[in-house]
């Protein structure tokens, strides 16, 4: 979990919900609780209900083994000038990792998707 500050200054322990369909799609969510989680996507992918989705906290544990992905920008071949294999985790260009994510943000936000 991250910790945050909101507008009061009250602290705020952000987490990330892992949002998963049985066709194999995944999101992940970064806010406080389960409930914004939930309140947020339903809004944002205007979903009409969860009941065939699995919603759980995702473990911080593996916040650093987990990426933000570019899909823009697919691995080139290895002979290219500038390739380093540790930029690339499934063929695509890695952003930063969720915990990267989670020290700079303090804002409900879907942050990864494997829907691209």
């Not at 209900?49 to 919603?55: N, P, R």
């Amino acid at each position: 979990m991250s910790i945050c500050v909101d507008k009061n200054q009250n602290l705020i322990k952000m987490n990330i919900y892992e949002f998963s369909y049985s066709g194999g799609e995944t999101d992940w969510v970064f806010a406080p609780d389960i409930k914004e989680a939930k309140d947020f996507y339903l809004r944002f992918t205007g979903c009409g209900d969860l009941t065939l989705t699995e919603v759980k906290k995702f473990p911080k544990s593996k916040w650093n083994e987990a990426y933000l992905l570019d899909p823009n920008e697919i691995e080139p071949d290895e002979d290219e000038e500038d390739y380093n294999e540790d930029d690339y985790s499934c063929g695509l260009k890695i952003i930063e990792t969720f915990a990267e994510y989670a020290e700079r943000n303090t804002i409900t936000a879907m942050i990864a998707t494997t829907e691209y």
